[in-house]
């Protein structure tokens, strides 16, 4: 069986909330559940000031488009490119060919934006523990864990930094635990 990736769906600026509701609708009624799993579209929030009053307004960050993380099959595909309002994949030319997916490095910072990605790290450290930096400008550093945040998936790390103790922030990502 294939693995879920992510795909983008071109619709008429708009009509994207349409969109995603009629393909939710069409993946219920068609039992495509186990191929077709989530359609989102990003937005933000943004903060207005008009005459003094302040003013929250969403904004979608792609306007026109829908992602969809689904497993490519002939039938998931049928339904996304025959929901109506579609009007094709992203990376597909058309002619019966299947679309790309999205690669990691561009859908990852969109879903962390958005609050609905979390990578989990296998990264068995505590207080106090030595770890070593292995990206960043820190690379190749050593240091000692001093806060652990779980929910940003960051720790701070005591470093030797021009012979002065220095707190940095670094991710989950860009240490290891020191042999």
Known sequence: MEEKKWYVVQTYSGLENVVKNNLERRIESMGMENQIFRVI?????????????????????????????MIVTDESWYVVRNTPNVTGFIG???????????PADEINPILKKLGLHRTEYDLDV???????????????????????????MVLKVLVDFFGRQTTFEIEFSQVEKNQ
Request: hydrophobic share 35%; aromatic share 8%; charged share 35%.
């Open 92 to 102: 597909s030319s058309g002619k019966g060919a299947k679309p790309v997916p999205l």
């Open 41 to 69: 579209i990003p937005e933000e929030t943004e903060v207005e000031i008009k005459k003094g009053v302040k003013k929250e307004k969403v904004k979608k960050i792609f306007p026109g488009y829908v992602f969809i993380e």
């Open 126 to 152: 505590k207080l106090g523990d030595m770890v070593r930096i292995k990206s960043g400008p820190f690379m190749g550093q050593v240091g000692e864990v001093d806060d652990i945040d779980y929910d940003k």
